[in-house]
């Protein structure tokens, strides 16, 4: 897991050695190598930004950067985002119910205390597959009609 800025810092360093291999590329094989890479590389840091810019929403993986209850740097998929009963009415405030692996039930926090990440390849195939064990484990039951 990765913050989007620490991710798009590396992926610039890329674009630089990539626009390097471009210019100084000796037959066009290595030219158009180094130029589907770079746009490849390109698009990924687009990608990222998009998904840096928007909301968090069920189903993402994020870290709680803000908070005093929950400990920081805590980092949980998003399960469950609700209307919050405390403070005045006048005010709406958001929280969210976080997924933590190595822990039973949902962490709660405020919606505002979360910032987005963007999770490695291989942690996304870990989630899928402790999802994927879990539907094994409880089937839904048979409807009876």
């Not at 626009?19 to 490849?40: G, K, V």
């Given at each position: 897991?990765?913050?989007?800025?620490?991710?798009?810092?590396?992926?610039?360093?890329?674009?630089?050695?990539?626009?390097?291999?471009?210019?100084?590329?000796?037959?066009?094989?290595?030219?158009?190598?180094?130029?589907?890479?770079?746009?490849?590389?390109?698009?990924?840091?687009?990608?990222?930004?998009?998904?840096?810019?928007?909301?968090?929403?069920?189903?993402?993986?994020?870290?709680?950067?803000?908070?005093?209850?929950?400990?920081?740097?805590?980092?949980?998929?998003?399960?469950?985002?609700?209307?919050?009963?405390?403070?005045?009415?006048?005010?709406?405030?958001?929280?969210?119910?976080?997924?933590?692996?190595?822990?039973?039930?949902?962490?709660?926090?405020?919606?505002?205390?979360?910032?987005l990440v963007i999770p490695?390849?291989?942690?996304?195939?870990?989630r899928r597959r402790s999802?994927?064990?879990?539907?094994?484990a409880n089937p839904l039951?048979?409807?009876?009609?």
């Amino acid at each position: 897991m990765k913050r989007p800025s620490d991710l798009i810092a590396a992926l610039r360093a890329d674009l630089i050695t990539l626009s390097a291999a471009i210019t100084t590329a000796s037959n066009p094989d290595e030219y158009d190598a180094a130029q589907a890479a770079h746009c490849e590389v390109s698009d990924r840091i687009e990608a990222i930004s998009v998904t840096w810019g928007r909301n968090p929403d069920k189903g993402d993986m994020v870290e709680v950067t803000r908070g005093r209850k929950v400990p920081l740097g805590t980092v949980g998929w998003i399960c469950w985002i609700g209307e919050s009963s405390y403070g005045p009415r006048n005010r709406r405030e958001f929280r969210v119910g976080l997924s933590v692996p190595g822990q039973s039930g949902l962490v709660y926090t405020s919606y505002n205390n979360v910032d987005l990440v963007i999770p490695d390849p291989e942690e996304i195939a870990e989630r899928r597959r402790s999802v994927a064990e879990w539907k094994a484990a409880n089937p839904l039951p048979k409807r009876i009609y």
